[in-house]
């Protein structure tokens, strides 16, 4: 397209130089979609954020990560050391060799009793770790440091004098008054410290500050860091710990795991020692308790030796048992028997006869089972029971099977069953009264017989009880001997603590990879707050959505290059924008007639005279008869866009200084005429709306096909209003990232009461990428002029 206009220095009101037309294109026009962001995250919008504000992005994370870098300078590596620790497994029932038992059953108990402060404090008190020094240089002036039975903790300072002879201890909290002294004595006293620093270490003229803690405070804080694991056979227990300096802490946690290994040893020792004591005594009870109960035997024995006796005496041997006792305990034995059955039967007979019947109560009596007669009458019971309740399943009661099962069912529980346990009831009774006979005929017999055997059978088992519990207590308390003579402790150190060489944890790498994760979320949470904050128009639904236009076409930047160094496709780019602008604007006005269009822009230095200056010779370069009318009167400048005279114009014609013939200057263009502004008026804006003003737009609509009118931006006065008027038609410009959105609202709405159609808006300075990709075309559909075929150049010679 030869004449197409572009700008030198960017997209303003500025000056422009022609370019030499270049064809390219898709040579498609199709009208740019209203982009609208689906409802819920604007993902896009976000995206185009992010992009647009890329190098404060850049910078923020730059700067957080640096700030990381340097952090990381204060930050000790941390070390961790371990031990292990073996703990004898649990010995089966009669295993040799003869030890103590086990001091703990379970394997958390042996980690609790590590964690008791009893461990920990001996540890803390060994390691001073109830002392910190502020800085690590002064701990070689602590080493002969240790505390009183009384204290006082807290913060100290130690200051030596600028000579070093004097110094002088004081505490920050507290309010004690502080310690003086010379160099080389005793240290702290007053506030319970054993402390003779080394006086070669104590220097002149400094401070050393330092803070001393209750020893428990020291073993919690220890005990909080100490970390435990025990291995599935429970046999190993192994124990860490964490720490800057590597030396400190593996010395550490040595010092607990040896105070843990001869607490376990001191434990179990005292264990068994105690239990030996306390089987002394038991063995020494035992033995007296043998030596009463055989004298009590023996005197027993010689004191009944001479009297007569119901069974021969042999020498040494117990006298045997009287099978009389057994007969006489037999019989006792039948007769309790045969009343419970007695009474047993009585009553459930009471209960049959009252009509509760039940054969299962008449069969848990014993006797029952040997009387023949009444087993068979309740087995028939039984048999008739479950026959009626067959019959009474299929027939009524009245069905005389029925009626004579029944009756015989009531007869046996009535007559015949009660018959019967009578019958046995008394021969209970029979038997009873003669097992008591015989009972009592043999109790007189009985009580003949003289207790002196049971006495001395009794005496005889106190006696090897007696020797029984002693001999058992006397083994127990060999075992004990052997036991604690070959004491040994359950746990033992496996591997001792030490110093680890290498950190870890490497922090300072979590430390900047954090500072960088941070300072990219606070990057991107302020590009996204800058974007929500901006009142500039940066997204196609901000003109669609809150303007409620349409977008008639949005044009790319113009970088600022020569114009025979720009790119091809760039060109084409701005080409096709204008082509989409010229037929969305064609389209809209159809058949009714010619193009009759004002262009303005809310503020200026929006792009308003770029695009109808380019948008007119658009038009031109589509066959349309053009005119490009400069109604900027106060700043016009058009004419220095097409080498033109500024006078005659606008204003000379409105002022019947000049005819039209006069104004209308042609271009290089054969398809373009401008109108230059005219001469300066301060009633300009006066003219703009005269009668003057709306012959002449009749006058032009008559003679050419598209009117375009360039007029001031909507902020600078009434003109773009009156204009807007004169022409009935209005197209806006607005620059991406320029253009204020509530400026622009608040011109658009002074339109609402003009008649005015605003036809659509034109976004200018827009980005190939982002949030208006869909605006722009592909790349690589650029063409070039051929030159006529040679056989057709060849013939035009010949004629």
């Excluded at 089966?92 to 003869?98: F, K, L, N, T, V």
């Excluded at 004098?161 to 003086?180: F, H, N, Y």
């Excluded at 006086?199 to 909080?224: C, I, N, T, W, Y």
Aim: with cysteine; hydrophobic share 40%.
């Amino acid at each position: 397209m030869a004449g197409e206009l572009v700008p030198t220095v960017g997209q303003s009101d500025s000056p422009y130089l022609p370019v030499p037309g270049a064809t390219g294109g898709n040579g498609a026009y199709p009208q740019a979609p209203a982009i609208e962001e689906e409802q819920g995250i604007q993902w896009g919008r976000y995206i185009a954020a992010l992009q647009r504000y890329r190098w404060l992005i850049l910078g923020v994370t730059i700067l957080g990560t640096g700030l990381a870098v340097f952090a990381t300078r204060f930050i000790k590596p941390e070390y961790t050391a371990s031990a292990t620790i073996w703990i004898e497994p649990r010995r089966s029932e009669g295993a040799a060799p003869i030890r103590a038992e086990q001091l703990l059953q379970q394997t958390f108990a042996w980690v609790e009793l590590l964690r008791t402060p009893v461990v920990l404090d001996s540890a803390a008190l060994k390691m001073k770790l109830y002392l910190e020094p502020a800085e690590a240089k002064d701990s070689a002036l602590f080493r002969d440091f240790s505390l009183l039975n009384r204290f006082y903790p807290g913060r100290y300072v130690l200051a030596m004098s600028e000579d070093g002879r004097t110094w002088e201890l004081r505490i920050k909290t507290g309010g004690l008054a502080p310690e003086r002294g010379a160099a080389g004595d005793s240290v702290g006293r007053r506030f319970g410290f054993a402390w003779v620093p080394p006086r070669e270490r104590m220097g002149k003229d400094r401070e050393v500050e330092f803070r001393v803690r209750h020893p428990r405070d020291a073993s919690m804080q220890l005990g909080a860091e100490l970390i435990t694991q025990t291995a599935d056979d429970g046999n190993f227990l192994r124990v860490a710990l964490t720490g800057t300096d590597p030396h400190r802490i593996a010395n550490t946690l040595n010092a607990v795991t040896d105070q843990f290994v001869a607490l376990a040893a001191d434990l179990k020792t005292r264990k068994v020692v105690d239990l030996m004591g306390v089987l002394a005594k038991q063995v020494e009870y035992a033995a007296d308790n043998v030596r009463r109960s055989e004298s009590a035997l023996e005197g027993y024995r010689t004191s009944t030796i001479t009297q007569p006796s119901e069974t021969p005496i042999v020498s040494g041997l117990a006298a045997t048992q009287n099978p009389v006792l057994s007969n006489y305990f037999e019989r006792k034995l039948q007769s309790e028997a045969m009343r419970e059955d007695r009474e047993a039967l009585q009553a459930v007979l009471a209960r049959a006869r009252g009509g509760d019947f039940s054969v299962d109560a008449f069969q848990t009596v014993a006797s029952v089972q040997g009387a023949p007669d009444l087993k068979l009458a309740l087995a028939e019971v039984s048999s008739a029971e479950a026959e009626l309740r067959a019959l009474r399943f299929r027939y009524t009661d009245e069905h005389k099977p029925v009626q004579e099962l029944t009756a015989r069912v009531n007869q046996l529980k009535t007559e015949i069953v009660p018959q019967y346990a009578t019958a046995l009831i008394a021969q209970l009774q029979a038997q009873e009264r003669e097992l008591n006979q015989t009972i009592a005929t043999r109790t007189r017999e009985l009580q003949g017989i003289p207790t002196r055997t049971i006495t001395e059978q009794k005496l005889t088992r106190d006696a090897q009880s007696a020797e029984r519990l002693f001999l058992e207590l006397q083994a127990r308390y060999e075992e004990a001997k052997l036991a604690a003579a070959s004491a040994q402790p359950d746990v033992q150190v496996l591997s001792e603590a030490v110093p680890p060489t290498q950190p870890a944890q490497n922090e300072a790498i979590r430390l900047i990879l954090m500072g960088f994760l941070a300072s990219l979320g606070a990057a991107v949470a302020l590009a996204i707050l800058l974007d929500q904050l901006d009142k500039r128009f940066r997204y196609p639904e901000q003109v669609t959505n809150e303007l409620g236009l349409a977008i008639l076409g949005a044009v790319p930047t113009i970088n600022k290059t020569k114009v025979n160094e720009r790119d091809p496709e760039e060109a084409a780019q701005i080409i096709e924008a204008f082509r989409t602008i010229r037929l969305n604007l064609a389209h809209s006005y159809g058949a009714a007639g010619p193009v009759l269009l004002t262009i303005s822009s809310p503020s200026p230095g929006d792009g308003k005279s770029l695009i109808s200056s380019n948008l007119a010779l658009s038009f031109a370069e589509a066959g349309y008869t053009t005119v490009l009318v400069d109604g900027d009167i106060r700043r016009g400048e058009l004419h220095r866009m097409f080498n033109l005279s500024r006078r005659p114009g606008l204003m000379d014609c409105l002022t019947g200084d000049a005819q039209l013939a006069e104004i209308l200057q042609p271009t290089t263009h054969g398809g373009l005429t401008v109108v230059p502004c005219g001469s300066r008026r301060h009633q300009g804006p006066e003219l703009l709306g005269s009668t003057a003003m709306q012959h002449l737009m009749a006058e032009l609509k008559g003679r050419y096909q598209v009117v375009l009118v360039d007029s001031p931006p909507l902020s600078a006065g009434i003109d773009p209003f009156v204009l807007s008027a004169a022409t009935g038609n209005m197209m806006l410009v607005l620059r991406s990232g320029e253009t204020d959105r509530t400026m622009a609202g608040e011109k658009l709405r002074l339109m609402d009461r003009l008649p005015v159609r605003v036809l659509g808006a034109v976004i200018n300075s827009t980005s190939t990428s982002g949030a208006y990709r869909y605006y722009h075309y592909v790349y690589g559909y650029t063409t070039e002029d051929e030159g006529a075929p040679a056989s057709l150049t060849a013939g035009v010679a010949r004629g």
